[in-house]
């Protein structure tokens, strides 16, 4: 699959995330479409995963940290035909297996840990690379984390272990989009300079342009390669990116768009793949 591809899935998923939070009236768009095109390489191109046997044991795992983007998983998942197109329309409704945080006892293939509180990502990332080491086992595990993310104390403890058991199948991806639930994350709580906090922590580190397919998959493959160490994509991303009126703003973060901001964002998307 060619980037010119992943480019048009890249627009459907923005165009399920937009469509999903217009009709369930609540979640959080702007996190969900600054990792579209993270997600998008990592399923389309990276990962070893089939949707027709998302429990097979050579598979590789993937842990959604910042667990209130789910809609771009749920999008991503669509388009691999895990989830039918019809269920994204039940998104946060009562009884529906997608609700506003991954939940693995909804057994929605491809959901592997129920996430939300944010800071536990990584650790249970390094446990099931610690665990697939233990067993000589070659899958990968990749996990998406938040940049507000990072100020939580556990993803260090986290980092520290990591490093230590040399977990050189695990992936993690931050999504650095430079703002958090109510601001600029420099502002909040400094996490910078986070390349170099992760290099003293014994990690590969791997900074790129999240929104550049190439350039994305140039790192996924750069950190594949990465022997002893575990490795970190630094994502450099905008929040709300494909939907002029959400982009780089905090106010979007957790708001559904109304019946008109749902077309005209559709129609600004369908724009650009036309
Ligand atoms: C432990 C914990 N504290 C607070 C929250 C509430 N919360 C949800 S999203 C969010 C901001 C996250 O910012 P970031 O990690 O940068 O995510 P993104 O910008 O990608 O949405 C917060 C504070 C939470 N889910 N978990
Ligand atoms: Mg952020």
Same mark, same amino acid.
């Given at each position: 699959m060619d980037n010119s591809d992943l480019k048009i899935i890249s627009a459907n998923v923005r165009k399920d995330i937009i469509k999903m939070l217009g009709i369930s009236g609540s979640g959080h768009p702007g996190g969900s479409l600054s990792c579209v095109e993270l997600l998008v390489s990592l399923y389309f191109k990276h990962m070893n995963f089939n949707p027709l046997n998302s429990v097979s044991p050579d598979r590789d795992y993937f842990v959604?940290?910042?667990?209130?983007?789910c809609p771009v998983l749920y999008a991503v998942l669509a388009q691999k035909e895990?989830?039918?197109? *019809? &269920?994204?329309?039940?998104?946060?409704?009562?009884?529906?297996?997608?609700?506003?945080h991954p939940a693995k *006892?909804?057994?929605?293939?491809?959901? &592997?840990v129920s996430t939300?509180?944010?800071?536990y990502g990584l650790s249970i990332a390094v446990g099931i690379a610690a665990g697939l080491k233990c067993a000589a086992k070659s899958n990968r595990v990749y996990v998406l984390m938040g940049d507000g993310e990072q100020q939580e104390g556990s993803v260090w403890e986290a980092a520290m272990s990591a490093s230590h058991f040399k977990l050189d199948n695990l992936c993690a991806i931050i999504d *650095? #989009?430079?703002?958090?639930i109510d601001g600029a994350t420099k502002e909040i709580m400094n996490i910078a300079p986070i390349a170099a906090k992760y290099a003293a922590f014994g990690w590969n580190v791997i900074e790129t342009d999240g929104h550049d397919l190439a350039a994305v998959d140039r790192a996924y493959s750069l950190a594949a390669d990465c022997k002893d160490k575990p490795s970190v994509i630094i994502a450099k991303t905008v929040k709300g990116k494909g939907v002029s009126f959400m &982009? #780089?703003?905090?106010?979007?973060?957790?708001k559904a768009p109304s019946k008109d901001e749902v077309l005209k964002a559709i129609e600004e998307i369908d724009k650009s793949i036309a």
């Open positions: 959604l940290s910042k667990g209130h983007v895990c989830i039918k197109a *019809d &269920e994204l329309c039940t998104l946060r409704k009562a009884g529906s297996r997608l609700q506003g *006892d909804k057994a929605i293939p491809g959901v &592997e939300g509180s944010l800071g *650095d #989009n430079g703002l958090q &982009e #780089n703003l905090a106010s979007w973060h957790g």
